[in-house]
């Protein structure tokens, strides 16, 4: 199956400054990359995702990129605001439509 | 559309109780999953169903938990007997493949064990 991870565990930015999370997959064969969010007591909600048949995709503050040749791709946050304060999922689509969770990074914005 | 509800939304039990988990998936997605959420290991993937139909059911614990879908708009997960470990937050997500791959999630239920 695919075995998907995730770094840093815990990362602390500035209001305002930027941050960046990655994530490495095993299966090669994976075409499909969602991030979600998770804030404490919700439900875990897509921000973002991308294909293996681009490079890069953003949607406003955030964006996310993808090397399929090195396996990982990476969340970008930029101009990081209290309320991107949360937990974030990267996941990798494989086998029939099951995704694999990363273990998720806690990001906290320091006002 | 009101997204994937889930119920009970919280759940407390003592060992060796029955427990049943409810879900309904938004309206004309043909697949749905079922998660366990916590701290030590994270989001894990319990079972699957394509079309009503399991498609791999080989992150279930154990044959204490079973699960069924028995309509389009209807699954269930259940624990008996339910142990202290069982204690998690249990999540229902919803797809469809053919609108795109995007999985949804329920608000989750909390489930307690004593």
């Known amino acids: 199956g695919e075995n998907v991870e995730q770094h840093p565990s815990t990362l602390s930015v500035q209001e305002g400054d930027s941050a960046v999370i990655k994530c490495t997959y095993s299966?090669?064969?994976?075409?499909?990359f969602p991030w979600y969010k998770q804030e404490l007591g919700k439900r875990p909600q897509l921000i973002i995702d991308?294909?293996?048949?681009?490079g890069e995709k953003k949607d406003q503050r955030i964006a996310v990129t993808l090397n399929k040749t090195a396996k990982h791709f990476s969340l970008h946050i930029t101009e990081t605001q209290p309320e991107d304060s949360a937990v974030y999922f990267c996941a990798a689509r494989y086998g029939n439509n099951r995704l694999a969770f990363g273990k998720g990074n806690q990001v906290v914005v320091i006002p | 559309d009101a997204g994937v509800i889930q119920s009970p939304r919280h759940e407390v039990t003592e060992m060796g109780q029955e427990v049943t988990l409810r879900c309904k998936p938004i309206s004309g997605h043909d697949y749905l999953f079922w998660y366990r959420q916590t701290m030590m290991r994270g989001l894990e993937l319990l079972i699957y169903?394509?079309?009503?139909?399991?498609?791999?059911d080989s992150g279930m614990p154990e044959d204490r938990f079973s699960a069924k879908m028995p309509n389009a708009s209807f699954s269930t997960l259940k624990i008996q007997p339910s142990e202290p470990r069982d204690s998690a937050v249990y999540f229902c997500a919803s797809s469809h493949l053919v609108g795109g791959d995007t999985q949804y999630f329920g608000p989750g239920t909390r489930l307690t064990v004593l």
């Open positions: 991308i294909r293996s048949n681009v």
């Open positions: 299966d090669s064969a994976s075409n499909y």
């Open positions: 169903f394509n079309n009503n139909v399991p498609i791999d």
